[in-house]
């Protein structure tokens, strides 16, 4: 009898099994990865202050669970403050194997196929994480530390999510203890980690505001703001400098198109000035017009393409509506059809 028969009959003696392996999804269990999304991402939302207590009391527990000393405990108002004690020659604990959801991953990972762990990972990771990553690449932060480029401050609710999913919807076996201990420390800070002697905690923002699709978003405010002052400013996702953000978009000017140099902000402003003011400020060229309609070009290099337009006045409200169409457009009629997918304007009433 060789080693590996030997080790059969011993775990059937003390009646031990290998988990299930989790190979595919039921169409109930796929349904639920938006609900875990929901509850952690809402987590991740909140801007209530840190409870120190707490966090001591849960950084204590996890101390005695890693039977590791209790280390020094640094609390830090920002990303920005955080910098300040980023060793450059050190990982921090996010990287370190000993770490507490470590332990928790291994032994989620070994009752689920690669392929499934991998396919949840990503899923999880990219929906929940997205809306923290501009904060670690702030250049005003990048400055003082480029090695926070390496912190994600959305990976512990983006584990926390799948790793809930996992216990909560596969029902995968886990240590109840890592995992009440690992959750309580998501649920209690915006962001931890530290080396082997010292603990980073990161405290709420007091401002967090985000868009319909939970990117980053504020109009003529921070999008996000700690209480140290460190702030940020964004459009649906896209980094704003200050002069930018701390202006509404009705407030943007056209002329900002002509010096700004950089591709995405462009867009951006495009998105929130509009076409319609846009081909007033900056005085668009009439190429051809059918009825209410005109066909406009704006001279200028504030695209990657020419920007050609069609605007058509409300008779009964005199409300300016512009659509862009393609710079191949060489007649107003030509661009109606194209916005109504090649159905020629006669065969439709255009009168309001």
């Not at 400098?241 to 943007?252: A, D, H, N, T, V």
Request: include cysteine.
């Amino acid at each position: 009898m060789n080693l590996l028969d030997k080790i059969e009959i011993w775990k059937d003696t003390l009646n031990i099994r290998e988990p299930e392996i989790v190979r595919e999804l039921t169409s109930e269990q796929v349904a639920k990865i938006a609900v875990y999304q929901e509850k952690w991402r809402n987590i991740a939302l909140s801007i209530t202050p840190c409870d120190r207590i707490q966090i001591k009391s849960i950084i204590q527990e996890t101390c005695d669970t890693l039977k590791k000393p209790f280390p020094n405990l640094i609390f830090c108002d920002s990303p920005a403050s955080l910098s300040y004690y980023l060793l450059p020659k050190k990982r921090t604990w996010e990287f370190r194997l000993y770490m507490l959801w470590d332990r928790l991953e291994r032994q989620l990972q070994r009752q689920i196929a690669q392929h499934l762990w991998l396919k949840l990972s990503l899923h999880y990771f990219k929906e929940t994480a997205r809306f923290w990553e501009l904060v670690t690449t702030e250049q005003e932060t990048l400055q003082k530390t480029p090695k926070l480029r390496f912190i994600n401050l959305g990976s512990t609710f983006a584990r926390a999510s799948l790793y809930d999913y996992c216990i909560s919807v596969l029902k995968c076996r886990h240590n109840l203890e890592t995992w009440m201990l690992f959750q309580s420390l998501v649920q209690a800070c915006s962001w931890f980690g530290g080396y082997e002697n010292t603990f980073l905690i990161v405290d709420r923002p007091q401002i967090l505001s985000v868009d319909e699709e939970y990117r980053l978003h504020g109009e003529g405010k921070p999008a996000l703001q700690f209480r140290d002052g460190f702030s940020l400013y964004a459009y649906h996702g896209v980094k704003l400098p200050e002069r930018y953000g701390k202006l509404f978009p009705s407030q943007w000017q056209s002329q900002w198109l002509l010096s700004e140099e950089n591709v995405e902000l462009r867009r951006v402003l495009l998105q929130g000035i509009g076409y319609a003011r846009l081909c007033v400020e900056l005085q668009a060229e009439k190429l051809d017009e059918w009825q209410e309609y005109s066909l406009l070009r704006i001279n200028s290099t504030i695209d990657i393409e020419p920007i050609y337009l069609l605007k058509m006045i409300c008779p009964s409200t005199g409300y300016c509506h512009a659509l862009r169409v393609p710079p191949q457009m060489t007649s107003a009629r030509g661009a109606i059809a194209w916005v109504n997918w090649d159905i020629d304007p006669e065969e439709f009433s255009i009168q309001s």
